[in-house]
């Protein structure tokens, strides 16, 4: 196992003296703290390990939130002069401008404003940027024509090529240091066929089994000369429609390997969890109308937020609950945990959001009931449908997807079959890639990331 392996013990709390300058903002003062104990002997082992996640991520969180709010306010006149103060303390006291204590002083989350005009059309509109919507959005119309599609046919197949790179930064690159490189490929999976990678620049270390939790092609060389590392892939993804109002089809042959279990650091059975999955599927008499209910309350209720890097991320079911915010993951999670709370098996996939015009990283879920076998569940895009009063639309995601995205991982917190030495930048999921340099796990800011959908074709 990789270094990653830490954040299985993420989950265990902190000693007070940590925990209270964390939440102040000391975060010199609770490394500090950190490294006392780690020095102690009798510091029990899976402490030790959550303590040295934890004090890494004490590096990483003020990263995220580098504004004032003398900053964070002059973001935002930016691009609407009459953005007022008042505003401002609305939003954030609507915990729509995301903050952290950084030496006892609010900072403010760098993506704030990004995050309000995605979800917030009237801000947009005064930004004068186009109105991206939430997940699912669909301004050209192409995600409905092929939804409408797979429910006349029962099925669309499209054929996509893409490509993606990774490359160190100009100012972290340094001659004869031994790189290590990583980038997500499609898997096998039931609805990815004919996965074929047509091109690979430099030639790669190692390329991972398509059965593999978390694919990808993998390069590790003594640099000379600062260059990308690059592929290009095609595969067939074919999303099949279940219309799980028709007459019910027989059960599967077999029964599928029942994922009902807790998952550290994130997929945890808290009391709240397992109160709320009681409360939304009390009286529901079938495994498909427990999901429907967690379905419709995470797609309702829990508002689309972009979200600080998930390194710094803890308890992301629980947070997204209690907060009724969150992004595509947390909300995968979110659904993921309260259906294994209320006895239904469920599980993770993550990849792109891939449309001839735009490429983006997204995750999704999968849920298993009985006769239909395994179905699939899309909360962040369903969110974005109830965002926009398409209710056929947001139905659809429940119990069905759409052949626009590309499957890599199949699940949560797996390591990669050739681990990296350092920390990832996201150490449970790969989406835009990593990179390491000497064995240290490079930040997503210093590196470059690029993913682009070469071609896309229905079938």
């Known amino acids: 196992m990789g270094r990653s392996d830490d954040f299985h013990f993420l989950h265990m709390g902190l000693p007070e003296d940590v925990l209270r300058r964390k939440y102040h903002g000391d975060f010199a003062g609770a490394a500090a703290a950190i490294d006392r104990h780690l020095s102690r002997p009798d510091t029990p082992e899976a402490m030790r390990r959550s303590l040295t996640v934890q004090r890494e991520i004490l590096q990483r969180l003020p990263l995220d939130y580098p504004l004032t709010r003398a900053a964070a306010l002059a973001l935002a006149r ?138 990808v092609v993998f390069w590790e060389e003594v640099m000379e000369e600062d260059h990308p590392f690059t592929v290009e892939f095609s595969y067939v993804r074919t999303a099949a429609y279940t219309d799980l109002s028709g007459p019910r089809p027989a059960p599967p042959d077999a029964p599928p390997d029942f994922d009902l279990n807790e998952q550290p650091p994130h997929i945890l059975f808290t009391p709240y969890l397992r109160e709320l999955a009681r409360t939304l599927t009390a009286d529901a008499d079938s495994p498909l109308e427990k999901a429907r209910r967690i379905y419709d309350f995470i797609t309702l209720h829990v508002r689309y937020s972009y979200v600080r890097a998930y390194f710094g991320l803890e308890a992301i079911p629980d947070a997204c609950a209690r907060n009724l915010t969150g992004d595509c993951g947390m909300m995968a999670l979110l659904f993921i945990t309260l259906c294994r709370c209320a006895g239904v098996p469920a599980r993770w996939q993550s990849g792109w959001k891939a449309e001839p015009d735009f490429c983006g990283a997204h995750d999704w879920t999968q849920f298993y009931a009985a006769p239909y076998g395994w179905l699939y569940a899309d909360p962040s895009y369903g969110c974005g449908a109830a965002r926009e009063g398409n209710e056929t639309r947001r139905r659809h995601y429940f119990g069905n997807l759409d052949p626009l995205r590309m499957a890599a991982n199949t699940a949560f917190g797996a390591d990669f079959d050739v681990p990296m030495d350092g920390w990832r930048a996201d150490p449970y999921d790969n989406q ?27 079938l």
């Open 78 to 215: 930016e691009r609407i002069p009459d953005f007022s103060e008042e505003e401002f303390d609305a939003l954030e006291n609507d915990c729509r401008i995301d903050w952290i204590y950084v030496n006892g002083e609010k900072r403010y989350f760098d993506r704030f404003f990004d995050s309000l005009c995605k979800t917030d059309t009237a801000i947009a509109a005064r930004a004068g940027v186009r109105p991206a919507g939430a997940d699912g959005h669909d301004e050209s119309g192409l995600l409905e024509r092929t939804l409408q599609q797979m429910r006349r046919q029962g099925s669309v197949s499209a054929r996509l090529c893409c490509r993606a790179s990774v490359r160190l930064r100009p100012e972290t690159f340094r001659k004869g240091a031994r790189v290590r490189a990583y980038l997500p490929l499609p898997c096998a999976c039931d609805a990815q066929s004919q996965i074929c990678i047509e091109s690979v620049s430099p030639a790669p270390t190692h390329i991972s089994p398509e059965n593999a939790p978390q694919r």
């Open 432 to 458: 835009v890639g990593e990179m390491e340099l000497d064995g240290r796990g490079l930040r997503y800011e210093e590196f470059l990331r690029s993913k682009e959908v070469l071609s896309c074709t229905l």
